[in-house]
């Protein structure tokens, strides 16, 4: 059986305001109702074309309204996920059911409910907000893990801001290559477990633990010196995992960093460093295309303009004469 977190689980968290500042909440509603004027889930969420491979592995996001869970009939009955579920609600709200209790959880709150937990999901006709689905097998050497235990309660606009980035950003990231969309799911999953246990992001909690506080820090050097080794090194094709290990971490630990302090990949940060040293050559100096796409890290000239066309508009050449004093 589900044992939830007792400090944010709890009838007065979840049902009234916390501490001194008045929470707005839609009110909770009868199941008969809930049920009524809610649409069913669809039977399977639709793949689109071009997904990558951890997204069609059952990490994906789906709207609040359409994330009904537990049996059948007029009050759904909790059964068992083997996925953890992550449920943002912006507006509205969700009746979570447990074996021996429920809730509605209204605007401005967080529900966290591990894999394997017996639980049911009813979302109100207007209930609005994001779930993400997290496969077990994507969490299987997860440092640090995702909590074991069930998390409800009214999360400050800091959380909730840093949670909904992240979900729309699993999305943007099935555009990636599967090597690298991989990469950049394990890093964010890592993140949003930092964020579901630090208990000073939910309103009227203690402090988060200091393990993850120094986490926290120690990600603001790695960035630092990722950055600085980085620029040293454009030309010399150092892959990412050799950049991390030069600095003393792990690839999954320098993107985590990186998404944490810029919320952008290392691939990306790389990317810009490179275009800037590009561009700066360019408006100084006087070597040949090919010499400055090697000093900045491309593979050629060809490689080096498809980038200031994805950037600029127009190729590296015409970025150059477009500088004050060229002609």
Known sequence: MLNPDPHLLDSASLQTPVGDVPVK????????????????LPARVRIQPGLTAHVLDGLRVVPLASFW???????????????????????????????????V???????????????????SADATGAVLRIPSAL????????????????????????????????QRDTGLPVATARQAAD???????????????FDNAPPPPAAITQLQHASKRIVRDFMALAARELGRGRTLSELAQAIGVTRVDLEAACLAQRGQTAL??????RL??????????????????AQAGYTGVAHLNRAFVAATGRPAEDFRRAQPGRA
């Open 105 to 123: 959880c209204g605007a401005g709150q967080v529900v966290f409910v591990p894999a394997g937990s017996a639980f049911a999901a009813q979302p």
């Open 187 to 201: 890093a964010r999953l890592r993140l949003l477990s930092i964020l579901l246990q630090r208990r000073d992001l």
């Open 69 to 103: 869970w537990g049996g059948a009939g007029a009050a759904r009955r909790p059964r068992v996920r083997s996925d953890h579920v992550l449920m943002l609600v912006d507006a509205g709200g969700v009746r979570i059911d447990l074996p021996r209790t429920g809730q």
């Open 268 to 273: 990306e940060l790389l990317y810009e460093l």
């Open 139 to 170: 969490t299987r050497d997860l440092a640090p893990a995702l909590p074991a235990q069930l998390i409800a309660g009214t999360a400050t606009s800091e959380l909730h801001g840093e949670l909904a980035a992240h979900l729309a950003a699993i």
């Open 276 to 293: 800037e040293g590009a561009m700066a050559l360019l408006r100084t100096g006087k070597d040949g295309l090919g010499s400055i796409a």
């Open 25 to 40: 909440r839609a009110p909770a509603r009868p199941v008969e109702a809930l049920q009524a004027d809610t649409p069913p």
